[in-house]
Every structure is written in C-alpha cells, then in structure tokens.
C-alpha cells in the first residue's frame, strides 16, 4: 500500500476510534438529559399520571408538541436538576397562562400562580456552583396556555435555560460541560469520519475493490445506507431497542398490544383475529383502530422468540423507516437511472417532519409499497400486461393492509396519479387499459375486502360512525411544522399539531425539477398529481366537492384525522427532489462534480432532516405479577381503576400489560370506545363499595388488579374487608383480587 492510500486509510481509522470515544463517553454521561416530566389532565397535579417524559426544554412549543390535543383543562410537573457554573445570584423568570412556579432547592423562587393571562414574574436565588434540586409546576385553567422561563447572571439580560444545564440527575459542573463539548465533538467526528471513509473508498486499493463491489451491488449498497440512516435519524433509539421507547404516548402502547395480540392470535385462530381481549365483552375490538396486519407479520417471529412488544415494535419502526427510504430509492432510482437521485428521495420520504412526529404510530413508518404500486402502475399504463396487473393489486393489497388510513389514501392518490396521465388511457389504448385496471381492482378486492369486513360490521352494529364534522383537517401551518432541528428553528413560530412539513432543500429540489421540464415525464407528473391530490383532501370539508366525496367514497368515513392526507404532498415533493437531484446531475459539465453533488446532496438532506437525539422512556418490563394469571385461561380481568374519559391514555398501559397472557379486559383504549365501556365506568366508580363489587360479579369479571395509589387510606380500609374479593397477591402498588361468586369462601 503506497502514501496515497495509506493517508485516508489512517484518517479514517483516527476518526473511527474518536468516534467510539466519544459514544461511550456520551452514553456513560447522563448529564444534559432533560427534566423528567409527568402531564396530569386536571388542575390539581392528581394521579393518574397521563404520561412521563423527559423534556430537554421547557416551553410553549414543548407543552403543544407533548399534548398535540390538549384537554381544556391540564396540568404538567418538571422535577430535576439544574447546574450552575459559578456561585452567585441568578434571577429566573416566568411567563405562564395560567398559573406557574419555580422552586430551587425546595424554596419558591418565582410563583406565578392564579389564572390569568400571560403574566411574566421574576425572583432570585443565591446558587453555588454545581447542581440544584428544581421544581417547575405549571397548570392550564382553560383557553389559551403559554409557558416560558428563562434565567440572567447579571439581572439584566435573560436567556432560555440551556439544555445541558438540566439533568435528571445530581451532576457536578464539569460533568455538564463535559457533556455539551462531547455532544458536539460527535457530529464534528461524525462528519469527518463520513468524509475520511469516502476518501478512503476512492484512494485505496481494498477501497476501489469495496465500490466496486458496491457498484455491482447497489440495492444491497442501498439498503444498507438507510439502516445506517434510521439508527442515526432514531438515536438513541439503537443502543437499547428493548427498553427505550415512546410509552408516554397511549398509542404507541395500543400499537404494541395490536402486533402482540395479532402474532398471538392469528397462529391460533386467524378466523376470530378481530376478537381481541379489550372492552370486555365487545366483540370484533380490532376494529376499533388500525390492525397492523403487515406490521405484525414482520413482529411474530420477534414476539415468538421472546422479545417483549416494546423491543419488537423498536424494530419494526426502524425497518419501517429503512424499507419505505430504501423503495422509493429503488423506484426514482430506476426512473431516473440516478441511484444518487434514489437515496435523496428516499430521505426525503422516510424522514421529515411527518415521520418524525408520528412515532407513536407504527403504521405512519411503514409507506414501503406505495412507491412500489406507483412502479406498477407505471408499467400497466405503459404496457397494459395481466403481470403488471397482478403487481399492482399486491403492492396496493399491501398497503392496505398495513394501515386502513393509507388504504384510503392509497386508493384516492392512485386514482388521482392515473388522471393526469390521460395519454396513457385515452384512445384506442383505453379498453386495453381498463381492462386490466379492473383485473387488478379485482385482485386487490379479494384480498382486501375480508380485511375491511369487520370495519364495515362494528361501523353499523357497534356505533363506530364519523360524521364529516367529526374530521380534523389541516390547517396551513401544519405545512410549516417540522421537528427538524435546523428547520424548526425557523419556523417554530408556526408550530401546529401536525406536522407536514418536507424541508427546504426538497421544494428546492422539486421545484428545480419542475422548473428543468421535469412534469413533460409522465412518471413524475403522476406523482404530482399524488401529492396535490392528498394536500387538497387535507383540508377536508373547507374544500369544494369534499362533501360529494364523502358522501360516494364510504372508506372515507372511518377516517378521522384527515389532515394526515398531507404525507402525499411530501411523497410527491420526495420523487420530483429526486428527478430535481438526477437533473442536477445531467447539468454537472464534469463527472467529478456530479459525483460530487450526488454525495453532497444527501448529506445535506440528512442533515436537515435530523431530529436526533429524541428523548425516550426508559421502558422496565412488565410487573411480575400480571404473570400470575398465566394459568387462569378464561381469566376476565378489571384493572381499577377504570380511566374515565378525560383520561382515557391510563387506559393504555393495562392492555400492554395483558400481553402476558391475553385475558379478557374490561379496560381498553383505542380509536373509539363502545357506550359499554362507559356504563362499565359508572358502574365501577363507587370501588370497592358493595355495588362495584356486585357490577363485578355481574360482569363476569373472575380477578381484579388494584392501583392502591390512586385510592384513598379510607377506600383502601374497605378494600382490605371487602367481602367479595380475595387478595392473591401484592407488588409495589399493585395488588391482585380474586372476584369471589360466593363470599363465604372468603
């Protein structure tokens, strides 16, 4: 090996084992890792808690990105510590609607409590140097909420409390500061070890051999990439998928019980998979939200082998990321005959704004056959073949069954993409073309019908109904939303509950695609056609003709957040980045610098799209004790107390719990809740008095798990003598009761 290829080589490996340095500095660095945070919905800061967080902020912006929905009235807790460089006087300040305060070292530094509006109040507190205990309450009476806080050193000016000065944790100064100059080391070494290994690729003779290879394996190369890019995008989602996880969010919870329960039922019998263990005794209860088919395929060998829902759920969202990056790079790949052109569209489709704010949602990650359906498509209005035909039903029958939302979606943006491509159907090539559109609609119907079926039965015979004023549309600054950390810097002013922004670089993209002749391609006017249609849709009713739609498209109707129909606008904005990306590739005078563009442009697009590092739970498994209804086959189980339903989230948490074993459940929490589970509630309020015990026993109900901290010393008094109940066994602040049929057995 000569000096020119020796140098990059021994670069690379600097920048390598810095790299590595620096990880396991910053994992065994807990500090800078935010507040921990508990969100309550009443004003009193009263269990149940509705979820935790960890927050490395404290804002407005943070209040609405956790709540998304907030209820009217709610209230949020902040406990940890705060580090300080210098002993001295610093000076904190609080802007609340309504009601905030802050204690250091458990004494009031600022109280701003009441209800009122934005009302900005100061106070001082004498530090030293290192940690303080703090405490930041906030409470929301109704209306309006804002909520920030800042500090001063001198009394003069006020800044945002950094992040890297708040730890869940007591650490010394050197140990924060240690922290904030590692975590910028590691995008620093990050870069330079992206740019000593291209070097290293291109100058050595192992390198020239390895992109040759990669040459002759793009696809292998390709998916390889966005593995890469969803553990980076995810950080630090990778370093420990089995118990980091978005558990302070109910849905990612019913997400994990709905793979957990298909995996353990479909085996058994499939032809009941709908008759899930929640909202005992409802039948067909899958119904009630989305069913993850495809989702829960890709988890049961996972779930068989012993992973926990939590670790199993991790890893079909970071294949979800991966496999919907990777598809839409094959196919703008292959459309273009630009593989740079490829992974920009991919990134730009697998992580933005939308992805990101919908971790929670495993259904939201896993858009891979949409592009795949564009492909066949594609190829059946270009050659109207029964092959193509057959590949368009599957990839359609795919999508469909990986989410009802993307079912619908799908079916309107396909019909909207074969529209704008009337040279392709009109004439004497329309039969030919209809014909085997119908055979693919065909196809895709006997699969997909007998998925829908159950939905169609609990929308008429359990009240599952939606009106057109029940949707929630998008409003336009959902179109500037972005959890980017370059972007949402400059748009936070706009922040909204949904996120639907693409990023700058892909309209840039896009629109230099388009302003190239990119739309005289009929493939990439299609997808225009894609994206416009499902922006439109967006806005719901407030758009023209919507209510026709509504009223001759019924799928329409098991549809509630229509604004979720704007991921087709960053779809469309993906595949034109990539043809604005092979453009700008034909235009390169030199090859150099087209390889150059084709590498540049999507570090760049990575770059902005990076939300990293996303702060997680750390999940610890479920309690031992709902193991011990393992052997009780026919157990039906209440776990009290029930959520009422403006805490219906707490709902959550029992259904992942009865993954042990999946027991019949009167708790559940899903997109829509029967009349019965709220008779239930009112039923059960007065526990453990006689009555409750008595709608026990006449509910079937054989065990019931106490939470003994949100009941009172008195009610727990009545608890320990209830005649009805037998306790099994105890665990922290949970404690297991047999319902008993005859109290003498006692």
Known sequence: MNTRQRRPLACLLVALASWAIIAIALAGNRAGDGLSGQYFTNATWARPVVFSTADATISTETLKRRWQDPPAVFSARWIGYLTVAETG??????????????SIDNRIVVDNGGTHRAVTRSGSASLGRGSHLLE???????????LEWSWSADGVHYEPVPPWALSQRRVSYATALTAR???????????????????????SVAGEWAWLRVRQ????????????LTVLETWPLATDPA???RNDNGDTILNEWIIAWVAHQAPRDPLHLFQANIFYPEPNTLAFSESLLVQSAIAAPLLWAGASPVLAYNLVLMAGFALTGFALCLVVARWTDDWAAGIAAGILVAFNGHTFTRLPHLQAQHVEFLPLALLALDRLLQRPRLRHAVSLAAWFALQSLSSYYLFVMTTLGLAAAALARPESWWGRRGLAVAKYLAIAAALAALVVLP??????RSHHGQGLNRSIADLLPAIWRDYLTTPARFDYWLLRRWWSSTALFPGFVGIALAGYAIARGALHDPRARMCLALGVCGVVLS???SVPGFSLLYLVFPPLHGIRAISRFGYLGIVAVAVLGGFGVAAIGRQARRSTLAAAAGVVIPIV???????????????????????RLDAHRSAVVAELPLAPREDFFTNAPPMLNSTTSFYRLLNGYSGFTPQSYFDHVDALEGFPDPNAISALQRFGVTHVFVHTDMFTVGQLEHLRQASGLRRIAEEKSVELYEVLRNPSTR
């Open 243 to 245: 118990h980091l996880s």
């Open 136 to 146: 930041l309450d906030y409470v929301q009476a109704g209306g309006a909420y804002t």
């Open 89 to 102: 006087t610093y000076r904190f300040a609080i802007t609340s609607n309504d009601g905030a305060r802050l």
């Open 605 to 627: 697009l990575t770059l902005e799209s990076l939300a990293a590092p996303i702060h997680y739970m750390y999940y610890d498994g479920i309690p031992p004790i709902y193991h």
């Open 181 to 203: 100059a590692l975590d910028w080391m590691w995008w620093v070494v990050t870069a330079l070890a992206v740019a000593c290994a291209i070097w290293a690729i291109r100058r």
């Open 451 to 456: 998925y829908l079926f159950p939905y169609w």
């Open 217 to 228: 394996h793009r696809r292998l190369a390709c998916l390889a990439l966005f593995v890469c």
């Open 539 to 541: 806005f719901g009713a």
